[in-house]
């Protein structure tokens, strides 16, 4: 159970063109999910919370406009990179946390998509 | 922004030895989480121990917890070549200044076991 799907797992795209991530919660149901942002041989740092049928919360400094995040539903949160640009190529990742159990503290991670801009 | 320090940044023992790394944090925290990384792959939740408890053990894992010193360590006993992997802690800032449980991830540690 607790299982994270991202898709694509990986995408290469032209600069100035937008790209989709989706996150989805496949056996649970998720209210709140997060979207990460990985460098090679480095640490996760957190874009924003994703919730349900509201708007995003964007870490300082994350652009709003540049990453567009819709929850669209309990187990969908999608990730678009608008004008992609080289500087924008990372690792992506996603994780939930399951709304059934309320004292649920852990997180659980997609398996990552790898975003190249050329 | 990151919370966490790890070291070391990077360890390499042979199998059946132990590994050690240690993270240190900047605030109170309502937990602190353990996680690994597959190169190129998405996290594996490890271990969670509360700001109240100060050890814990799950089977080879054992997670201490120091609040005063605000720092914790993760050990790995007899280790596996199936161990080479990241390992970052995080904690949870939950009711105390996020209501969301947002993770702020430490630098990691790069653990290479060779057989």
């Known amino acids: 159970g607790a299982v994270v799907s991202q898709h694509p797992s990986w995408v290469i795209c032209k600069s100035g063109t937008s790209v989709k991530i989706e996150c989805r919660s496949l056996d649970f149901q998720a209210t709140t999910m997060f979207w990460y942002r990985q460098f090679p041989k480095q640490s996760l740092m957190l874009m924003a919370t994703?919730?349900?049928?509201?708007?995003?919360?964007?870490e300082q400094g994350v652009e709003k406009d540049k990453f567009l995040i819709n929850h669209a539903s309990l187990t969908l949160s999608t990730l678009t990179v608008t004008s992609a640009h080289p500087e924008d190529s990372s690792f992506y990742i996603c994780s939930a946390r399951e709304d059934r159990r309320v004292q649920a503290y852990e997180q659980y991670f997609g398996p990552g998509t790898r975003l190249t801009v050329t | 922004s990151q919370q966490g320090e790890e070291d070391p940044q990077a360890l390499s023992i042979q199998e059946g030895e132990n590994a050690t790394m240690n993270c240190s944090y900047k605030?109170?925290?309502?937990?602190l989480q353990w996680y690994r990384q597959n190169s190129g792959r998405g996290l594996v939740h490890l271990i969670l121990?509360?700001?109240?408890?100060r050890e814990k053990h799950s089977g080879r894992l054992r997670v201490t917890l120091d609040t005063s010193k605000k720092s914790s360590s993760l050990l790995i006993t007899a280790s596996r070549a199936a161990d080479t992997a990241s390992y970052f802690c995080?904690?949870?800032?939950?009711?105390?200044?996020?209501?969301?449980?947002?993770?702020?991830f430490g630098a990691g540690t790069q653990v290479v076991v060779t057989p």
């Open positions: 995080a904690t949870d800032l939950r009711y105390i200044t996020d209501s969301w449980g947002k993770l702020q």
């Open positions: 121990i509360r700001s109240n408890e």
């Open positions: 994703s919730n349900e049928g509201s708007k995003a919360t964007y």
């Open positions: 605030t109170s925290i309502n937990n």
